[in-house]
Structure formats: C-alpha cells, structure tokens
C-alpha cells in the first residue's frame, strides 16, 4: 500500500476504487449488452456512473488496475463475491490506512520547507517563521497575515483583505 500513493494515486479512496472501477469496467467492456446482466443491474451501475465524470471514472479505472497489476490477490478477492467480500474490506481498510499514514508523513517532511514555498514574493514572510523556533511556529497558518489571506476561501477574501486584523 505505501507505493500507491507515491507511485499511483495520492489521494486515492481505495473503497471508491473498488467499488466504482468494476462498474466502469463492465459499462465499457464491449459485451455489455450481451451480459447476463438484468436491465435492473444495467440502469442501476448506469445510474451511479451517471454522477461521475468520465475524467473521474478514467482516473479511478486506471488506478484499479495499476493496482491490481502489484497485487494481483485482490483480484481473487473482487471476483470472489460475497464469500470473500469481508476479507476485501479488511485488506482495503489496511491499505487505506497505510495510504493516509504515508500520506500524512510526506506531509510532516514538508513542514521544515514550506516558509521558503509559502511567499508569494521575493522577500520571504513578514514576519518571518522559522520552524526551531516554537514562538515562530505559533504565528503559522491563520495566525500569520500573509499565510492566513492564502487560506483564506475565495469566497470571504474581499471581506478578509479591507479588514484583516479582524481576522488573525
């Protein structure tokens, strides 16, 4: 689980994957109007592909079977039904777990950089945060002018930029 979201899909939902990359799979197979799918299994999977953008359902197939291709045991496991049904959900939640785990800790190794990244110009924060220093680190995110108009939703940034101090 720690290569997929570093080598596949960094925020992927592997539930998600899961569920929704088989019925794109069936709805683009070119026997699938001679399935021996009912047309309530057929307007059903239609339905719920309906709500997902093709882009979407593009990325979320070939992330399926990326995956699928360095861990081909969950293959048995897809096509496995009901009866291994259980045993999918408990290696899927294993694996996402994992994914956020490896996800979060890429995230921790940037916080030392992100000052350097976070400027909008050359002269760095005003004021400046440096990441040894604990009075420094209190003044990050919403507590520091500059960082807070950037986290600041679109939405509320006209009212944030007349009256700033209102906010931090």
């Known amino acids: 689980a ?9 925020f992927c939902i592997l539930k998600d994957v899961f569920r929704i990359a088989p019925l794109v799979e069936i709805a683009r197979s070119t026997n699938a109007e001679d399935s021996d799918a009912s047309d309530d299994e ?17 990325q979320l197939l070939r992330t399926y079977k990326k995956i699928l291709s360095g861990a ?24 996402q777990y994992m994914i956020d785990q490896v996800r979060s800790e890429d995230a921790a190794h940037l916080k030392k950089s992100i000052s350097r990244y976070a400027s909008y110009d050359s002269n760095g924060l005003e004021p400046a945060i440096f990441p040894d220093s604990k009075e420094s ?17 679109v939405k509320h940034l006209v009212e944030y930029q007349k009256s700033p101090s209102q906010f931090v």
């Open 2 to 10: 720690r290569w997929i979201p570093r080598g596949i899909d960094m």
């Open 72 to 95: 081909p045991y969950l293959l048995e496991l897809v096509k496995g039904g009901k009866k291994r049904a259980t045993e999918l959900k408990e290696i899927l939640d294993n694996m």
């Open 42 to 58: 057929c307007s059903a999977r239609n339905a719920i592909l309906a709500n997902i953008s093709n882009d979407a359902q593009d």
């Open 137 to 153: 680190r209190a003044k990050m995110g919403l507590n520091h002018p500059q960082l807070a108009r950037m986290l600041c939703p």
